[in-house]
């Protein structure tokens, strides 16, 4: 086997549209040789465009608020 898969990771902001309004996301792509890539967004951010909370506390770790 050959080794570890190099892929060269970019930042960049981009507007995404929501529920008809554009909303400007921070985001990483992971690209691999050929330029091909996914975009990496940080969930917090996404819900806050989609309208539910991610949050972490001492008591209860990790968590997702929804309406």
């Keep these: 086997m050959g080794g570890p898969i190099r892929r060269k990771s970019v930042y960049t902001e981009k507007a995404v549209e929501v529920d008809g309004k554009k ?9 691999d040789a050929n330029g091909n890539g996914t975009n990496y967004v940080e969930l917090r951010d996404l819900g806050t465009a989609l309208g539910f909370k991610v949050d972490w506390s001492a ?9």
Excluded at 61 to 67: D, F, L
């Design 23 to 31: 909303v400007e996301f921070q985001m990483y792509a992971l690209l």
């Design 59 to 67: 008591a209860r770790g990790i968590y997702i608020e929804t309406k």
